[in-house]
């Protein structure tokens, strides 16, 4: 008979896991690197015995005894009651829930010791549902660490697996090397010393410097975390320098008689504008522009605040890779910002001979077999459409740029897939994504790190600054007394809603009751039914030729109020639309709001944004709401608007898909770790330079797989 070795036996079968075990990969706990970075939620000082006659009520306490009473109580609920005698006093353990097994650990004559709220009350001191474990043994020498856990994973077993990881975890690190690891000249906490201190702090800590994460153990964790996005940001930057992309230069043609031919592209789209570029639109034309010509792929993020004139930029850049025989592509999120991109660039690059396509999910399949005719041909120089740009069936004869607007709407793959269309697998397009909603600087310098950043800072003359009102709900007639007005000066109007359906939760007042109002309202209030009186309603899930319709009448002035959803936050252009009301106003993100009053004030007529809330069974706005509101009134100015967003809300508002669902960064903060920040951008370079083995281990250590998100 052969022995079969049990670990053969052992890998032929799948394995089963235990509860715990499968609650541990839900936590993404799998290597110990992973539980050693598991830090605890708060912690519970079991260092001391104290006696119940030191303890007030309130007090949360360990105390240690006899069981001198244990009965369980079936009157009412059933519950367990236990008296504790420790000598000095007495105190009752409550417990509604409880096991056999836990009656035999609190039985009569048992000393046990106990922790928890100690409360006053008729039958004396009282803890709830306390802790407690058999007395004997030396009590903890630190603070005992509450991990966030999940159903099915007690503490008990999450503390040994974190206490097994931080053995097993790979903790060396580079704190010695050429004293990088110090701020103001101070060393930091070295990374083990840190951990083990974070995770079994001494009893006579300060918990505020844990709390608030100021204790030197935090800033090292902290440093070590922003030092891995740097170096990451770092990599995927030397990783795009050895790609190669085509170079986009101007062809110069010599024609019979051996003159050069016509002017540039670009320059004949200049001079057919009908206004001038600003210095911030020059400026940052001219950095596309130097990178095009460079034979590495571009990774540029243009921002600039909304209506200060991205789109131009964006079709002077389509331009340059034209005129150098390429192809251009433009995605944006939305059909309606696609197709005000695409009627701008038709008025002016058709004019210059440039075939311009458009591509969408919601084409007739006769119409986009001839859009797909024309990119494979190479005939249509720019391609504008939504997400229906990347599917498989596009095929790019000589795809150089690649442009994506409102880039953080995008998911990575999307992303990744457009910049996979050049269909020679030795280049890659060049990239520019742009974006309405300003990147506050430590944002900029921590997410977008590897990003180019051009940023359009002046606004374009002629455009005026919107007046902004918070007003409640109650004031509604006051709000519809001011469209009239408005109407009757010969302007337009939005009213923006933040859903389409009644939900019980919410109970909101959807886009088409207020249609019907509006509607009502104020066809009553006309002598006679003209076009400032049409009211239209605008959604998502109407058909597209009916939204087109829809958008067409308001865009022509046809229409006199557009009641929509935030379908209309962005790519909406009508110069004579002067007041913007946004209903429910409490229930949008800050940058959201800033997006929809750029919808109005892009005409001469002075145009305001009242933001009405909702005063409903809750008067008082929450904390956040007011903060979202008070921003708005004060200020116009995107960047401020962004600075602030990111106080209240974090970075992901900012981040969208780039961190795929997960915060790249968990224990650093951007507003209050600048300092730490700054050390990380200066550190990154050396580290990736000298150390190039120990930088890439520490990369693995905290993003893994992450990293990859920070590329796209």
């Not at 009520?57 to 009651?81: F, K, Y």
């Not at 990451?232 to 010599?254: C, D, G, M, N, T």
């Not at 592209?265 to 639109?281: I, K, N």
């Not at 690649?402 to 897939?417: K, N, S, Y």
Request: net charge neutral; proline share 5%; hydrophobic share 45%.
């Amino acid at each position: 008979m052969i022995a079969v070795p049990l670990n053969n036996i052992q890998a032929s079968k799948p394995q089963l896991l235990s509860a715990p075990q499968k609650a541990l990969r839900k936590l993404g706990l799998l290597h110990p690197i992973d539980f050693a970075l598991h830090l605890p939620l708060r912690y519970e000082d079991e260092t001391s015995i104290v006696l119940l006659r030191d303890v007030h009520e309130g007090d949360t306490a360990q105390i240690e005894g006899v069981v001198t009473a244990c009965e369980v109580r079936q009157s009412g609920q059933r519950q367990l009651l236990v008296t504790l005698d420790d000598g000095s006093d007495t105190c009752l353990l409550r417990f509604f829930t409880f096991y056999p097994s836990q009656q035999k650990t609190l039985a009569v004559g048992k000393r046990i010791r106990s922790r928890g709220e100690v409360r006053g009350g008729f039958l004396g001191l009282t803890m709830m549902h306390p802790a407690f474990q058999a007395a004997g043994g030396p009590l903890p020498v630190a603070l005992t660490p509450v991990y966030p856990t999940v159903a099915g994973l007690p503490q008990a077993y999450l503390r040994r697996s974190v206490q097994n990881g931080l053995a097993q975890a790979n903790l060396a690190d580079a704190t010695e090397l050429e004293n990088l690891y110090q701020i103001d000249q101070r060393p930091m906490w070295a990374l083990r010393e840190s951990l083990l201190f974070l995770h079994y702090p001494a009893p006579d800590v300060a918990l505020v410097t844990l709390e608030d994460r100021s204790h030197p153990a935090w800033q090292r964790l902290k440093a070590e975390e922003l030092l891995a996005q740097q170096l990451s940001q770092l990599q995927a930057r030397h990783e795009r320098a050895v790609l190669k992309a085509p170079v986009l230069k101007a062809i110069v043609v010599k024609s019979a008689g051996g003159l050069d031919s016509p002017l540039p592209l670009p320059q004949r789209l200049l001079s057919a504008l009908s206004f001038e570029l600003t210095q911030a639109q020059r400026r940052v034309c001219a950095e596309i522009a130097h990178d095009l010509k460079r034979p590495v792929p571009m990774h540029r993020l243009l921002q600039g605040d909304v209506g200060s004139g991205k789109t131009v930029v964006a079709a002077l850049a389509a331009a340059i890779c034209m005129d150098a025989g390429w192809q251009c592509a433009l995605m944006a999120p939305t059909e309606i910002l696609a197709e005000q991109h695409f009627r701008k660039l038709i008025s002016w690059l058709e004019p210059l001979g440039i075939r311009t396509v458009w591509l969408t999910g919601s084409q007739k399949a006769k119409e986009r077999r001839e859009m797909l005719a024309l990119i494979a041909s190479g005939e249509a120089g720019l391609v504008v459409g939504t997400h229906a740009v990347i599917q498989d069936k596009v095929v790019f004869k000589n795809l150089a740029l690649a442009i994506i607007d409102e880039q953080h709407r995008f998911g990575v793959a999307q992303r990744l897939a457009l910049r996979s269309k050049l269909g020679d697998v030795s280049q890659e397009p060049h990239l520019l994504m742009m974006t309405a909603t300003p990147i506050p600087r430590t944002l900029a310098m921590s997410y977008y790190a590897d990003l180019d950043v051009s940023t359009i800072d002046e606004m374009p003359p002629g455009r005026t600054p919107v007046v902004t009102k918070v007003v409640s709900d109650t004031r509604r007639d006051e709000v519809i007394a001011r469209i009239r007005l408005q109407l009757a000066q010969g302007r337009q109007v939005y009213w923006v809603c933040p859903l389409i359906e009644e939900s019980e939760a919410l109970d909101l007042r959807n886009a088409t009751e207020t249609h019907a109002q509006l509607s009502m309202v104020l066809r009553g209030a006309q002598a006679q039914v003209d076009a400032s009186a049409t009211v239209g309603l605008l959604h998502s899930r109407m058909p597209t030729a009916e939204k087109k319709a829809v958008m067409n009448l308001f865009t022509s002035g046809q229409m006199g109020v557009l009641v929509s959803t935030t379908v209309i936050e962005v790519g909406v252009d009508v110069p004579n639309a002067a007041l913007m009301v946004i209903e429910h106003a409490e229930r949008f993100g800050l940058s959201q709001l800033h997006q929809l009053r750029g919808r109005v004030g892009r005409g001469a007529a002075a145009s305001a944004c009242v933001l009405v809330y909702s005063t409903g069974d809750a008067p008082r706005l929450s904390e956040t709401a007011r903060a979202r509101l008070k921003a708005m009134m004060e200020s116009n100015d995107g960047f401020e608007i962004a600075r602030r967003d990111l106080e209240i809300r974090g970075p992901g508002e900012f981040m969208g898909s780039r961190q795929s669902g997960a915060a790249l960064l968990r224990f650093a903060d951007l507003a209050t770790d600048s300092v730490l920040l700054e050390w990380a951008r200066r550190v990154a370079p050396l580290l990736l330079e000298r150390y190039p083995a120990l930088a890439q281990q520490h990369i693995d250590r905290w993003l893994g797989g992450k990293a990859e998100y920070l590329k796209a």
